[in-house]
């Protein structure tokens, strides 16, 4: 199915739309403060509340999109 590069283009721009929409909405929806709190911390890494909104999209989009057409 993506044995292009050019055919990744729509389908990374519905999961930015998608993203868009998920931070703009949490950023409605909760306070400032809420979304910059430390969600979890690793070595190297801090992951803030208004990561996590993205990021099951993300990894879904990846895990539905991409990985069932790719070995």
Known sequence: M??????LLAP???LHE???DAVVAACEASAT???AAI???EAGD???AIDKVSE?????FFT???AVHTP
């Open 12 to 14: 990374i721009q519905a």
């Open 2 to 7: 993506y044995d292009t590069i050019e055919t």
């Open 46 to 48: 801090t992951i803030y």
């Open 18 to 20: 998608q993203i868009r």
């Open 56 to 60: 099951e999209l993300l990894v879904d």
């Open 33 to 35: 403060t809420d979304l």
């Open 39 to 41: 969600a979890k911390e």
């Open 64 to 66: 539905k999109e991409i």
